[in-house]
C-alpha cells in the first residue's frame, strides 16, 4: 500500500538553528499537507500546499516557517529559527484529486506520514 | 468554521467489552467526519469516514461510527475490545475548506 514517508524521525535540535523536516508524499497525489502535534495535545493545521503554493496556512504558520517541493517528490518544512515551543511531532499528509482513488483514499482522505519528532533545547 | 469535541481524553475498557468513543462536531455546512487512529510511535492511520453517504460508516479493525445530524455527534463503536485496540484515536471534521480538523484525542486503555 501506498504511503508517505517522512525524515528524519526524531531531530534533536539547539534552539535558534535551522530545521529541514522531510516529506515525500504518495506519488499521484497533488496536494500536500503540514500538521504538528505538541505533547500531550491535539493534532494542529499548519499548512496546505497546491499547485507549487500555499493554498492556505494557520495562525501558527508565522514568517519562521516555509514550506517547498523542490523536486517533483519531496514536500519540505523549515524552520527558519527554532524555538522551544516548536518541540512537537510534525506530521506530513497528502491527498489526490476529488474523484480519485479507492474506497480507503478518494478526494477527502488525507494519508498521513509517520511523523518527525523534533525536539528543541 | 468546523470544529470537534472528544469527549473524554482517556477510556477505560476490559478486552471483549464494547468500546464508544465519543465525538461530537460544530459545521455550518455538511461535514465530512473522520477517525483516525494513533498507534505507539506511529503516524495517524484512517479508521473510517462519513462523506454524506450512508450515516452508518463501517471501518477497519471492526470499528464503526454513527452519523447522527440532530445530535452533531460522529460516535465510534467496536462490540467487542481486543488489547490490540489500545491506541490514541482523533476524529476530525473537514468543512468547506481545505483543512481537516481534528480533536483533542482520546486514549484507549484496554484492560485484560
Known amino acids: 500500500e501506498p504511503e508517505v514517508t517522512q525524515t528524519p524521525s526524531h531531530q534533536v535540535t539547539q534552539m535558534g538553528q535551522e530545521v529541514i523536516l522531510r516529506c515525500v508524499p504518495i506519488s499521484n497525489h497533488l496536494y500536500f499537507y503540514w500538521y504538528r502535534q505538541i505533547l500531550g495535545q491535539k493534532v494542529e493545521f499548519l499548512v496546505s500546499?497546491?499547485?507549487?503554493?500555499?493554498?492556505?496556512k494557520s495562525e501558527i504558520f508565522d514568517d519562521q516557517f516555509s514550506v517547498e517541493r523542490p523536486d517533483g517528490s519531496n514536500f519540505t518544512l523549515k524552520i527558519r529559527s527554532t524555538k522551544l515551543e516548536d518541540s512537537a511531532m510534525y506530521f506530513c499528509a497528502s491527498r489526490d484529486l476529488p474523484g480519485t482513488g479507492g474506497a480507503s483514499t478518494g478526494a477527502n482522505v488525507l494519508t498521513f506520514g509517520a511523523g518527525s519528532r523534533l525536539t528543541v533545547l | 468554521a468546523q470544529s470537534v469535541t472528544q469527549l473524554g481524553s482517556h477510556v477505560s475498557v476490559s478486552e471483549g467489552a464494547l468500546v464508544l468513543l465519543r465525538c461530537n462536531y460544530s459545521?455550518?455546512?455538511?461535514?465530512?467526519l473522520f477517525w483516525y487512529v494513533q498507534y505507539p510511535n506511529q503516524g495517524l492511520q484512517l479508521l473510517l469516514k462519513y462523506t454524506s453517504a450512508a450515516t452508518l460508516v463501517k471501518g477497519i479493525n471492526g470499528f464503526e461510527a454513527e452519523f447522527k445530524k440532530s445530535e452533531t455527534s460522529f460516535h465510534l463503536t467496536k462490540p467487542s475490545a481486543h488489547m490490540s485496540d489500545a491506541a490514541e484515536y482523533f476524529c476530525a471534521v473537514r468543512g468547506r475548506d481545505d483543512k481537516i480538523i481534528f480533536g483533542k484525542g482520546t486514549r484507549l486503555h484496554i484492560l485484560p
Open positions: 500546499f497546491y499547485n507549487n503554493e500555499i493554498s492556505e
Open positions: 459545521s455550518s455546512v455538511p461535514p465530512y
